[in-house]
């Protein structure tokens, strides 16, 4: 058992208030799967005096406008339920710490959460619990979540969060635990996690000792979980039933501290299909196998749509952009693109999508997600993939799942005078060094996706309403368009928004 001491971060007095509500609970940490509770008979948990202080809560902001809003909506939400709870108690006390993640410092790679331990450690490891993180969507009910947090024990390591699962093997995962993917389980993040302080100082004690790798930042949630296990020396994730991605009104959602909004965010009417321009990367090889994939499933739904080829073959047709083939990395024909997208050669749009011939997106769905987002500012979306974030490295968008710029980032990105350095470089991860340099953030969305559904645990993607996957490998593309990114009203959207025209 770990001492009680300022090191740890959980006072004699703290520690003894928790306790002074719930008596001690049989908890095993170690075996990734849940907590037992054992609640006071004579004076149930809601009756109890309810103290948040001891909870710093992290919400996982982003520097966009409109994720600042939402994780504002979030921080009010929670500070008018303790404002309540407080009133029904007649306490006095000082709310707890609420920060969005984003503020707390100048560094980008802040939101892989691993360098920014040392900090929280430094700032809350002598005076606090429970480090909360919560996903700007998620819905808290505060009073439900401390009474799961008061009844383990604040002086332990614990890694607290509802489990996920690979079913097989992955490449997102590089493949870790391929003899049993099952075995390891990691937090979804939609539900809410938390760290106990003493882990949280341990942690931040290694980091500072022992500096972290400069390598891929690719599934967050996932190689955070494997940080913490330490090859089996540290604590495995332990389910906690009340962290829930159930819908926030579902009617069995009652046992629930955190839900999750399942809907695919939309604020407005969706773009206009004619405000989106859209670019297919391909070569002469994939013409006959890849783009007629594209021409079957979403690229029916895009208004103004070109194909940029190493040969132009007017029977698709395709544009050569003047700039050879290469087998990887592709960052001549990327830019190229997006000097041919500001251009007189194309019509004027506010919005730029560029994806891979074996992209599969909902151009709909799209339309709906960048109603949420102003063109005016220079806005890079899509999944966030990060290299050397420990060592001050850089964001990108990963290129297979999509990338979205609005006019404004691409007018800043070919201003800067920023170039490939040859053209067969990472052009996302060229693009992510340009826009680091530049100071405009890469915007994370979890809907666009690298991988193909196979590659994600199920129940993560339960709860979503996809925009894009990436790869035909080992899949029938058209049949996993079918499944996970048709709408049934898709051309009845597109007909609509045609019409508004």
């Not at 996903?135 to 009474?147: G, P």
């Not at 544009?319 to 087998?327: A, D, F, H, S, Y």
């Not at 490939?420 to 340099?437: E, Q």
């Not at 979503?464 to 996957?469: A, I």
Request: glycine fraction near 6%; aromatic fraction near 8%; proline fraction near 6%.
């Amino acid at each position: 058992m770990l001492p009680i001491n300022s090191r740890y971060g959980c006072s004699v007095a703290k520690c003894f208030l928790l306790w002074s509500l719930v008596p001690f609970i049989n908890a095993k940490g170690d075996d990734g799967e849940s907590h037992t509770k054992m609640h006071n008979a004579d004076k149930p948990p809601s009756e109890s005096h309810l103290d948040l202080r001891d909870v710093v809560f992290i919400i996982q902001s982003q520097r966009n406008s409109f994720h600042v809003r939402q994780a504002e909506k979030l921080r009010k939400d929670l500070l008018l339920q303790i404002q309540a709870l407080e009133e029904v108690q007649k306490s006095q006390n000082s709310p707890p710490v609420i920060h969005l993640l984003h503020t707390l410092s100048d560094n980008g790679g802040d939101w892989s959460i691993l360098p920014l331990l040392p900090y929280l450690s430094s700032q809350f490891g002598k005076n606090s619990s429970w480090i909360m993180f919560l996903e700007e969507d998620t819905r808290v009910k505060l009073q439900k979540l401390h009474q799961v947090l008061r009844t383990i024990d604040c002086r332990k390591e614990w890694f607290l969060g509802k489990p996920l699962h690979d079913e097989e093997s992955t490449i997102i995962h590089h493949y870790a635990f391929s003899e049993n993917p099952t075995a390891f389980k990691y937090p979804d993040f939609s539900a809410g996690w938390a760290l106990s302080i003493p882990l949280v100082n341990r942690l931040a004690s290694k980091i500072e000792q022992e500096p972290l790798k400069s390598d891929f930042t690719i599934d967050l949630k996932h190689e955070v979980a494997l940080y913490i296990w330490e090859d089996g020396k540290g604590p495995r994730l332990t389910a906690v039933p009340e962290l829930c991605t159930l819908p926030e009104r579902s009617p069995v959602a009652q046992h629930c501290a955190t839900t999750v909004n399942s809907h695919s965010p939309q604020c407005g009417q969706p773009i206009k299909s004619e405000n989106l321009f859209v670019a297919v990367k391909t070569c002469k090889k994939f013409h006959s196998e890849r783009v007629p994939v594209v021409k079957k499933t979403w690229g029916k739904q895009a208004t103004l749509l070109e194909y940029y080829s190493d040969y132009a073959d007017p029977s698709i047709p395709t544009i050569n952009l003047g700039v050879p083939n290469t087998e990887r990395g592709h960052c001549g024909k990327t830019f190229a693109i997006l000097r041919r997208f500001l251009s007189s050669a194309v019509p004027k749009t506010d919005w730029l999508l560029i994806v891979d011939d074996d992209t599969l997106i909902s151009l709909p769905r799209l339309q709906a997600l960048l109603s949420c987002y102003e063109s005016s500012e220079a806005v890079c979306l899509g999944e966030r993939y990060g290299y050397g974030l420990g060592q001050g490295g850089y964001s990108y968008i990963t290129g297979g799942g999509g990338m979205v710029f609005s006019r404004e980032a691409v007018v800043q990105l070919l201003a800067s005078g920023c170039k490939c350095y040859s053209n067969d470089a990472p052009d996302d991860m060229v693009l992510g060094m340009c826009l680091n340099a530049l100071r405009v953030p890469v915007t994370h969305s979890p809907l666009f996706h690298q991988a193909r559904p196979e590659d994600y645990a199920k129940e993560f993607l339960a709860h979503q309403t996809p925009v894009s996957f990436h790869k035909h490998w080992n899949i029938e593309p058209i049949e996993v368009f079918n499944k996970w990114l048709k709408d049934k009203n898709t051309d009845g959207l597109q007909k609509g928004t045609k019409e508004e025209l």
